[in-house]
């Protein structure tokens, strides 16, 4: 039987080759991140949303910073394989995590919700950590490749190429999201390789492409791999497994969500968002303004006089099982998620499918 191919990004050799997917306010922590990594993928915390408990005598960006610099002490705690964290461009503190990622030297920094185009002017030369952007389009892997070595003279360590099936804040338009045909996670893969291929070939440095958005199966691993990635990235689907610390409350939503339940919303941070429908999403779908004081200043991008919705506390509720008050984010797969099991039996049943299909 044929084995998974490793995903080398300079250093890091992952197999199988899959990155769990960063999710943020509280779903992929250290828990999640560590079983993970320990059979032998890459586990990834999720840096937005830390702040907006602890200690209220000091900034939401000290306690945003210090519960991070915890959550990533936890995991090394948990494991001792590499791991990387989620910090997503469109933070105000933005910044501040990465430097927090950097002095912690964690194995990779995977960078979305916008274009990090100065991330490698936060790190030491001398560092370890990967730099690793999250990208949703030709443009943006030609622009960040391109504008990297003109400033800095390195590229991406990786890149990370999510499709329209995603989940979570998206890279698209509402219009292509809702009609992902056009723009599929194959067709997207092909025109991004050839992107990717043009700047190895100029530049002799290998750029490993992983693509996420959709993949769900072990045989859907294969059919992204023969086609020409270097391995993937998978979230939704380690929503319901035992080691992920949401309540049970958003865990029950994949489990008892259909397909039509599965909705896109228009979110505060300016992008398309997958989540599933309830009650709290048709109230936003209708225009409803739900009032909110806005004491995090978490996004770059949101106005809070224009909102009408604070997405922060939305999904802060949503994480402590208050979905009266919130929802819960998800790829365009998460009806097919029936069963909670334990990160070990998910990715083993996942390697056994791929390698037998293989």
Request: hydrophobic share 40%; charged share 25%.
């Amino acid at each position: 039987m044929h084995k998974l191919p490793d995903l080398l990004i300079g250093d890091m050799k992952i197999n199988p080759p899959i990155i769990q997917g960063g999710m943020g306010v509280r779903v992929s922590t250290a828990k999640l991140a560590a079983a993970v990594s320990n059979e032998g993928a890459f586990g990834v915390i999720a840096s937005v949303g830390l702040g907006e408990e602890g200690r209220q005598d000091i900034s939401y960006e000290e306690r945003s910073k210090i519960a991070f610099r915890e959550m990533i002490h936890e995991t090394k705690r948990l494991t001792k394989n590499k791991f990387g964290v989620n910090i997503m461009y469109a933070l105000t503190n933005y910044d501040d995590l990465v430097q927090v990622a950097i002095e912690e030297n964690v194995g990779a920094i995977i960078a979305g919700a916008g274009l990090p185009l100065h991330l490698p002017a936060l790190r030491d030369r001398n560092s370890s950590t990967k730099l690793i952007p999250i990208i949703s389009s030709v443009r943006a892997a030609e622009l960040i490749c391109r504008t990297w070595m003109r400033r800095y003279k390195l590229l991406p360590d990786a890149l990370i190429l999510e499709g329209p099936l995603a989940g979570g804040h998206l890279g698209f338009k509402y219009s292509e999201v809702i009609r992902p045909v056009v723009s599929s996670l194959e067709n997207l893969l092909d025109e991004v390789l050839s992107v990717v291929r043009k700047f190895e070939n100029e530049f002799k440095l290998k750029i490993p492409l992983i693509a996420g958005g959709g993949i769900f199966t072990g045989e859907d691993i294969v059919k992204i791999l023969r086609r020409g990635a270097s391995g993937v990235q998978m979230a939704t689907i380690f929503v319901c497994t035992t080691e992920c610390d949401v309540s049970p409350a958003y865990k029950e939503a994949y489990l008892k969500s259909k397909p039509e339940d599965i909705a896109v919303i228009l979110s505060p941070v300016g992008m398309p968002a997958r989540v599933i429908r309830n009650k709290f999403v048709e109230r936003i779908e209708s225009g409803e303004k739900i009032k909110f004081t806005c004491p995090y200043r978490c996004l770059k991008t949101c106005d809070p006089y224009a909102a009408n919705y604070c997405i922060a506390q939305a999904l802060v509720n949503a994480y402590r099982g208050n979905l009266d008050n919130g929802f819960a984010m998800c790829g365009a797969n998460a009806y097919r998620v029936k069963k909670i099991i334990s990160v070990r039996e998910l990715i083993n049943g996942l390697v056994k499918e791929a390698e037998s299909v293989m």
